[in-house]
């Protein structure tokens, strides 16, 4: 008795959220079936689902007219490079805070962070300014810059959160095998740290990938990402739906991939380790 | 039960001045003196401070500096000290308290759509049930949609008048489809920005959920407390601290969206949050003075915000 009643709970909490659940994800849904669409049949009334002939074709248009492999190359640079720029950075300091914390590392990590909360409008045109006196303007390397500044604080938080679980007895036991510092840091912490620093990237290069605040305000022809490539399509000629899926698709699908495996450093990672 | 509960209120009284067992060998080697060790890590940390001292004090100082001069580099350029002049009149303009209005309604609308519904979210996926892994993955992919992309679509694919989805359901009951960005354009915002933010607010909130002792929710279960009052009584204070760090921190995000509100309306019918007022002074009318004045209220305002959260990470530090 008690047993039927459990399960036809849990089967109506499965019904639920999967309406939930999926009521959430259509629009994304949505956007992934119109890419396969032709343009007449995108807009087509009343709208069809499942049942229309699928083409690849507006995937093939989005790259020839748009050169769409240029903005994904500046993307995956400016993501990547800006990630792994501030993991060499983050590493050395966030080693030192955890294994050897002085009175105040905690004030200097609270500092690191206050300044992420630095909104980017109030210093948007001294940043701009000087990136046009550096030449940086709507470069790669002043966007790897930029985004590499605005995300190092996360990073040094997430790389101490996972160095603090490092236990100290291990180190202890290298010193006393007369380890020096640096073989410390390369053959033992690294190799210990690998996962840490592993998720700390993903979530990291997610973040990267999808800010939208600098990339649109820095980057003109050259160096836009994928963000500006596709606020391009915010005033389009003609019918667009259907390419204008396709090239959001092509953008958002790399990162959907790796998000979902990144889901639980996510919330130590973007709480700061307030929640874990 | 009762002797856990003590006991982990000594250990959240004594945290602070009991030395955690990872850091001994540490202080051992302060000591001891191995002045070597404190040099290196001073050094390893150095790149990092230095960098991010250099990020916020350059820019912070020259937008201070800039807001107190009027400053029009296509019209004329640098035309001397004004004071306060640009305080003053960023908050007297006629675009301002609109503009403090519109971030408010959309802050606040944001925070409390994606809040209440987080928390019941999270509720339903902490619930028995079958694939809550496949669940877990639909509600939060919205997050990694980057938001031109998700404002872009929602703005033809779902909102446009003629063609979006919405115009159809619209129609399909009869209605006439409303033209969402010009008559419902904050509404519109709302709903754009709480869909990115929602996966943020109930995966966290989850998080929190699963760390609920599931024994005090069946001794009250047994004890004949009906669901709404273990809810309220039990699960509610629970996620008190979550609540209280996903608002923080999304009102530090929320303050600054920008690229929703840069493809669909453009700062138009009452969109225009303060973020996007600054914005449209420094980079479309190139007043930088005036802007500059603006930024520095913005820097004010988040860090109201910071504040308060900082205190919560801080006290998470020594736990």
């Known amino acids: ?276 | 039960m009762a002797t856990q509960h003590s006991q982990s209120a000594d250990r959240l009284t004594m945290a602070p001045p009991a030395p955690k067992p990872e850091s001994q060998p540490a202080a051992a080697d302060h000591q001891s003196g191995t002045k070597h060790a404190r040099t290196a890590a001073r050094l390893m940390m150095a790149p990092a401070v230095i960098l991010l001292l250099g990020w916020m004090l350059v820019p912070l100082t020259m937008t201070l500096y800039f807001s107190f001069k009027k400053f029009l580099p296509l019209r004329g350029g640098d035309l001397g000290w004004v004071g306060f002049d640009n305080y003053v009149r960023f908050v007297s303009s006629s675009a301002f308290w609109p503009s403090v209005q519109a971030t408010l309604v959309i802050v606040g609308g944001v925070l409390a759509i994606t809040v209440v519904l987080g928390v019941l979210l999270a509720t339903l996926l902490n619930q028995p049930m079958w694939g809550r892994g496949v669940v877990r993955i639909l509600v939060i992919a919205p997050f990694f949609v980057m938001p031109t992309v998700s404002a872009l679509v929602w703005k033809n694919m779902f909102m446009d008048p003629v063609n979006g989805l919405l115009a159809h359901v619209w129609r399909a009951f009869g209605a006439e489809p409303l033209v969402w960005l010009t008559e419902a354009s904050t509404q519109s915002i709302i709903l754009i920005v709480s869909w990115q933010w929602l996966p943020f607010a109930t995966l966290i909130l989850l998080t929190a959920i699963q760390s609920l002792d599931s024994e005090q929710l069946e001794a009250a279960e047994m004890d004949g407390a009906p669901p709404v009052k273990r809810f309220a009584y039990i699960t509610l204070p629970h996620l008190s601290r979550a609540i209280t760090v996903v608002l923080l921190i999304q009102t530090i995000f929320l303050l600054s969206i920008f690229a929703e509100i840069f493809v669909t309306t453009q700062g138009a019918f009452g969109t225009k949050t303060l973020t996007y007022l600054i914005f449209q002074r420094v980079l479309e009318s190139q007043n930088i003075g005036l802007g500059s004045a603006g930024g520095v209220y913005a820097i004010i305002l988040a860090n109201i915000v910071a504040i308060f959260l900082m205190r919560i990470v801080g006290k998470n530090l020594d736990a």
């Open chain 1, 1 to 276: 008795m008690a047993r039927a009643i459990t399960s036809q709970r849990k089967a109506l909490n499965t019904a639920l959220a999967w309406g939930v659940g999926l009521l959430i994800f259509f629009p994304i849904l949505w956007t992934i079936l119109t890419s396969f669409k032709t343009e007449a049949q995108a807009i087509s009334d009343p709208p069809v689902f499942l049942f229309f002939d699928w083409t690849l074709e507006n995937y093939s248009v989005v790259q020839q007219r748009s050169d769409y492999g240029r903005f994904l190359w500046n993307s995956i640079i400016i993501a990547g490079g800006s990630t792994i720029l501030g993991i060499i950075i983050a590493v050395p300091a966030a080693w030192s805070m955890a294994f050897v914390p002085s009175k105040r590392t905690k004030d200097i990590l609270l500092w690191m962070l206050s300044t992420k909360m630095l909104p980017a409008v109030g210093v948007l045109y001294p940043i701009y300014l000087i990136f046009i006196k550096l030449g940086l303007l709507d470069t790669k390397t002043g966007l790897v810059i930029v985004l590499m500044l605005i995300n190092l604080p996360i990073i040094v938080w997430m790389l101490y959160t996972y160095f603090k679980e490092i236990p100290g007895e291990i180190l202890e036991a290298a010193r006393m095998d007369g380890a020096t510092l640096r073989e410390e840091v390369l053959y033992i912490l690294t190799p210990m740290a690998i996962p840490g620093i592993a998720s700390t990237l993903l979530l990291n290069v997610i973040l990267a990938w999808n800010e939208a605040f600098w990339t649109l305000n820095l980057t003109a022809a050259k160096a836009a990402p994928l963000t500006a490539f596709i606020a391009s399509y915010s005033s389009p000629e003609g019918l667009f739906y259907a390419k204008l899926s396709a090239a959001s698709t092509m953008a958002i699908a790399p990162i959907l991939i790796l998000g979902w495996f990144s889901q639980k450093q996510l919330v130590s990672g973007l709480t700061f380790g307030a929640v874990k």
